[in-house]
């Protein structure tokens, strides 16, 4: 079992910037990949950013050039680095990881709020 903590959602100007957090505790042993998802109301849950064990990133293309996901290893945590943010990036973000055989443990959702 892997516990997921997420921290730093809130409300922000566009334009704005805002870190995400995710701390995961746990069988930790067994995490590959992490990454941040989000839900806007109405709307479909999607794949914002992710990282591999080895560093290799994937972001939608909405957000590139705007968002920066990193991890630290050693506390087992993983980052989302949110910049020049706008309306439509208002939602709630979970935390994400995938275990070595592919199983899936998400985070309980922050809210990121952004407005005009």
């Known amino acids: 079992q892997v516990q997921l903590v997420e921290s730093g959602g809130g409300l922000v100007q566009a334009g704005g910037s805002l870190r995400l957090s995710c701390a995961a505790s746990?069988?930790?042993?067994?995490?590959?990949?992490m990454g941040w998802y989000r839900q806007a109301p109405g709307k479909q849950r999607e794949l914002v950013a992710a990282?591999?064990?080895?560093?290799?990133?994937n972001y939608a293309d909405s957000v590139k050039g705007r968002f920066t996901i990193s991890r630290d290893n050693a506390k087992n945590t993983v980052y989302l680095h949110m910049n020049s943010l706008k309306p439509e990036d208002t939602a709630v973000y979970y935390c994400?990881?995938?275990?070595?055989?592919?199983?899936?443990?998400w985070g309980q959702g922050t809210q990121v709020t952004v407005s005009s």
């Open positions: 994400n990881v995938k275990t070595l055989i592919q199983y899936d443990y």
């Open positions: 746990g069988s930790t042993f067994s995490i590959n990949a």
């Open positions: 990282i591999s064990n080895g560093g290799n990133t």
